[in-house]
């Protein structure tokens, strides 16, 4: 029957349920790359470089993941289980990294991507934070409102902790849906297509 069929676990189910999975995963990479193409004027060229990259590849990979599970493809889905499974290994790595850095480890990332910056990038830094100079012990006053200015540290590593926990509670539960897809793509692979011929079925 058809409602058996379409059960869940059965091949229908299961196939919903990828094809679900791969579409949130093209729609997480476009949007990413159009935060990174908003970000342009605000963000270091390699950022938005990396973040590009990255969604890129998520986006091909879910094209991947979501013309294997239509056609039932039994080499695309291994290599597009594959692939899954060494990103969700490395992302879960990264992700853990990010929630275990301590402060100490944190000014280290802030002083390398502070000395890395360019003068007109830690303008924008120190004009829209209200801050002067990356670890600075003179008290600088603010011209216009007569206050002294505190170092552009402080902000910065009170941001950064704030995007590493986000990001690595965010990251770790997308890691844990790719996982999910690794598990439901082995199922899908030993399932029988119930509209294909028997004889097709490896």
């Given at each position: 029957m058809g409602s058996v069929r379409f059960s869940c676990g059965g091949f229908g189910c299961t196939r919903g349920a990828l094809c679900v999975l791969n579409v949130l995963y093209m729609v997480v990479g476009l949007v990413l790359i159009g935060v990174a193409a908003s970000s342009f004027s605000t963000v270091s060229?390699?950022?938005?470089?990396?973040?590009?990259?990255?969604?890129?590849?998520?986006?091909?990979?879910?094209?991947?993941?979501?013309?294997?599970t239509l056609r039932h493809h039994q080499v695309l889905l291994f290599f597009?289980?594959?692939?899954l499974?060494?990103?969700?290994?490395?992302?879960?790595g990264v992700f853990c990294a990010c929630l275990a850095?301590?402060?100490?480890?944190?000014?280290?990332l802030l002083k390398v991507g502070w000395n890395h910056m360019s003068p007109s990038t830690r303008q924008r830094i120190e004009s829209r934070y209200?801050?002067?100079?990356?670890?600075?012990?003179?008290?600088?006053?603010?011209?216009?409102?007569?206050q002294p200015l505190s170092p552009c540290l402080e902000v910065l590593q009170i941001f950064l902790d704030q995007v590493l926990q986000v990001a690595g509670g965010v990251g770790l539960f997308f890691a844990f849906t790719e996982i999910l897809s690794v598990w439901l793509t082995?199922?899908?692979?030993?399932?029988?297509?119930?509209?294909?011929?028997?004889?097709?079925?490896l």
């Open positions: 060229m390699s950022v938005i470089g990396g973040v590009i990259a990255v969604a890129s590849l998520l986006f091909l990979i879910a094209v991947l993941g979501l013309v294997a597009y289980m594959l692939i499974l060494i990103i969700f290994i490395v992302q879960l850095l301590n402060k100490e480890q944190q000014l280290g209200h801050c002067c100079g990356f670890n600075n012990t003179d008290q600088v006053v603010n011209s216009t409102e007569g082995w199922r899908y692979r030993n399932l029988k297509n119930p509209e294909a011929d028997p004889n097709a079925f």
